[in-house]
Structure formats: C-alpha cells, structure tokens
C-alpha cells in the first residue's frame, strides 16, 4: 500500500478537522530520521521541522482557521 497516498490523504483530513476545533491550534509529529515516507507525507500537508534528536525529527504545523 505504500506509495499509493493514503497516509497524505489521512493527515489531510485531520488538518482539515483540527481547523474546525477552536482549542486546536497546532499539531505535532514525530519521525524517524530514516523513515522516509512518513517525512514526505508531513512535508506535502506542511509541516516543518522544528527539532532533532540523533535518530529523530520533531515537526511542527500550524492550524489556520
């Protein structure tokens, strides 16, 4: 399944939902540095790095509403 844009999909939805929620105002992942996928799946909704560790990424996206 990978490959395929499901998980894009998925975090897009949950963007989109986070925008209707007035307590939400960021969202926040963590990845391994090494785990590709999930890396272009937070760069295509926008999110951006804000922190590393040794073996991890800390991302960061701001809810527009």
Known sequence: L???GYMTAI???IIR???TQ???KTITATTNKTNTGSI???E???FF???ETE???HWYHEIRI
Do not use: P, T
């Open 2 to 4: 990978e490959g395929q």
């Open 11 to 13: 975090e897009s939805a």
């Open 17 to 19: 939902w986070a925008s």
């Open 22 to 24: 007035n307590m939400i």
């Open 40 to 42: 272009r799946v937070l």
């Open 44 to 46: 295509k909704n926008h």
């Open 49 to 51: 790095v804000v922190a």
């Open 55 to 57: 073996s991890s990424l």
